[in-house]
């Protein structure tokens, strides 16, 4: 029996963990100068923000900084607008990174990730 699956990128609503990142913020330079919008999720693949009145379409491509507790964290960012939801949330994709940029990224999620787990397993624990 042979078959084939395939899974067109576009179409993928989840790549990876997403998860929250207090202090965690995106800065692009528009025309305006820096705006900073709060950062409502993250993953190694993508992020979300919200903005309102919204100025993003779908397939917009920007440069944003990562800031970490108001300090730059990754900087120079590509990134790709992938869906803008009525509620004024903007899904993004990151474009491919510098390699350093990707290590950096993915510690941060699992840093996030760990945490989870250990505050998971001490709430377990308590109960």
């Known amino acids: ?4 699956i395939k899974i067109d990128e576009e179409d993928k609503l989840r790549q990876a963990f997403r998860t929250r990142v207090p202090g965690l913020d995106i800065r692009i330079n528009t025309s305006k100068g820096p705006l900073d919008f709060q950062v409502r ?4 693949t993508g992020f979300a923000f919200a903005d309102n009145p919204r ?4 397939g917009l491509e920007f440069t944003l900084d990562l ?7 990754l900087g120079e960012i590509k990134a790709k607008v992938m869906r803008v939801l009525d509620n004024g949330i903007i899904g993004c994709n990151f474009l491919p990174m510098e390699r350093r940029q ?10 996030v990730q760990k945490r989870l787990i250990e505050l998971r397993k001490a709430k377990r624990e308590a109960e």
């Open 1 to 4: 029996m042979d078959f084939e």
């Open 41 to 44: 999720d993250i993953s190694a």
């Open 55 to 58: 100025g993003y379409s779908a």
């Open 67 to 73: 800031l970490l507790g108001k300090k730059l964290f």
């Open 102 to 111: 990707e290590i950096r990224l993915d510690k941060l999620v699992l840093e």
